[in-house]
């Protein structure tokens, strides 16, 4: 079935540790990518997106991910995390200018 | 409005009757989505609304869930005889287009009991 994997349910990483978070994803065609965020007590927040262009793209807070197109991911990373980016991640996919998909999500918990 | 708005943000009801959770999407978007997100569970998407099309139902769980979106703005989102599952967040979100990035609301927050 189409959908959007995201591998880690729940991450736990020491302040200034690096981040890597996967997202692969099973649609052909044109996709945009998505990350969103989740934090406690908050509503979902768009991190960063990919439309076209430099696969590279970067987002708020110091975050980064890669489309890797022959691999059908997309992955969120950030070189050291804070405390404050403990919260819930959840990587998105819209299908050929279609609806969006989001994954399962990946808590991440980040210890002071 | 300066947000999608959704309402209630509380609701609790018992087995067997039926809910309506409203959302008013941010003006002038043409794409309506609705999620469920439940306790430990990631989003899961129920309906999705663009513009005058035919609305895309393929992950309405059963067929006690509908949504209507009158005049392409206002959507409804009605569960027929609520079941203890049916205990979720249910966020609607809203966009400017398919596609695009999308603008979640607060949620409605539904508990059967």
Redesign the interface.
Known sequence: AQSVS?HNHHVILSEAASLELGCNYSYGGTV?L?W?VQYPGQ????LL?Y?SGDPLVKGIKGFEAEFIKSKFSFNLRKPSVQWSDTAEY?CAV?R??????????TRLTVKP | GAGVSQSPSNKVTEKGKDVELRCDPISGHTAL?W?RQSLG???E?LI?F?GNSAP?KSGLPSDRFSAERTGGSVSTLTIQRTQQEDSAVY?C?S?R???????????SWLTVV
């Not at chain 1, 050929?96 to 999500?105: L, P, Y």
């Not at chain 2, 596609?99 to 979640?104: E, L, Q, S, V």
């Open positions: 995201q945009n998505f969103y509503h979902l927040q768009l997106k439309f959840f819209s050929n200018n279609n609806d969006m998909r989001f994954g399962a999500g | 989505y999620y569970q990631g989003l998407f999705y663009q895309d966020l979100a966009s287009g398919s596609g695009n990035t999308i603008y979640f609301g607060e949620g």
